[in-house]
């Protein structure tokens, strides 16, 4: 353990969620509908010009759902929406079938259950990928807590499980610095199941991988649909074609709106599909 890396990681944390805490506090959050995230009509203007253009998305509790579509289609403003960083001029954005995430400001939505990964693997370098875990799961609790709390066997247990499923078993004391492109990614994708999050937002996640990674990414991704709804956005077929296993939905994004959406093979049949973005 560093003590000064560690108090300085969950001084962040504690920081950064101190401020909103109290507003999330006791909110429920219900999927009793079977909806995880309910987009509806979202807006976005940049000086004038329109990122996302009355943007409407369902995902269901449970569902994996891969995104694709050409550069500047709006998917990094549509999670920017979703995770309260970027405000839509107009829409609709619920989380279960209560929570109306554009109230909530970006801690708070991470809090009540939403987590998002960027493309760039964000690790605490010099800790270990146990530290990184274990500080993930007391980012709830304040420094001193952090500090002197103990994990019990229930927390350990879930590291554990984690570890597993990120394929980093082997590696619990390595230093995250010195892990492989893949692997951090997995580290940071671990750090999120800490906080056990609904809702995953994964921004091209094999993004730089060898095909191994890749590959296993996508098992990883496979495990974890059912208990989380993930969201991935991607360019890389392959990958997609092996999450989506012939049976599931992706959605074509294009000019800030839905341009189809539908089995993989069917939208890469559809003419449209493939003039603005596969056909490239
Ligand atoms: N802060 C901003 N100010 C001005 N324009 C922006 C801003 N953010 C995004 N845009 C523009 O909005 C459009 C959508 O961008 P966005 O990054 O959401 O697309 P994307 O589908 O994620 O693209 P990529 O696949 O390249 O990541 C682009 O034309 C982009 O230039």
Not at 151 to 156: D, F, H, R, T, Y
Not at 177 to 198: F, N, R, V
Request: glycine letters at 10%.
């Amino acid at each position: 353990m560093t003590p000064d890396l560690m108090a300085d990681g969950a001084e962040r944390l504690a920081r950064h969620r101190s401020k909103t805490t109290s507003v999330v506090e006791g909110e429920q959050v219900y999927f009793g509908q079977g909806v995880a995230l309910y987009v509806d009509e979202i807006t976005v203007s940049f000086d004038g010009f329109r990122a996302l253009n009355k943007l409407s998305l369902t995902i269901d509790v449970g569902e994996l759902r891969c995104i694709i579509g050409p550069n500047g289609a709006g998917k990094t403003t549509m999670m920017d929406c979703i995770t309260g960083k970027t405000r839509p001029d107009s829409g609709t954005v619920f989380f279960g079938s209560n929570v109306d995430l554009l109230r909530l400001s970006e801690p708070q939505i991470a809090q009540i259950g939403v987590g998002r990964k960027f493309q760039k693997p964000t690790v605490y370098e010099q800790l270990s990928v146990f530290e990184n875990l274990e500080l993930a799961l007391k980012a709830d609790r304040g420094v001193r807590a952090a500090l002197f709390h103990r994990l019990g066997s229930e927390q350990l247990g879930r590291i554990e499980e984690v570890l597993k499923l990120i394929h980093l078993q082997g590696e619990v004391q390595r230093t995250a610095g010195l892990l492989s492109h893949g692997q951090k990614q997995w580290l940071e994708i671990g750090m999120l199941l800490m906080q056990d999050p609904k809702l995953l937002l994964l921004d091209e996640p094999v993004a730089g991988m060898t095909d191994e990674e890749t590959e296993r990414t996508a098992e990883l991704f496979l495990t974890l649909e059912g208990k989380h709804s993930l969201v991935v956005v991607e360019h890389d077929m392959k990958f997609v074609d092996q999450l989506t296993q012939g049976r599931k939905k992706v959605t074509v994004l294009h000019e800030g709106s839905v341009l189809a959406e539908g089995l993989l093979s069917d939208v890469q049949a559809n003419e449209k599909v493939v003039e603005v973005y596969l056909g490239r």
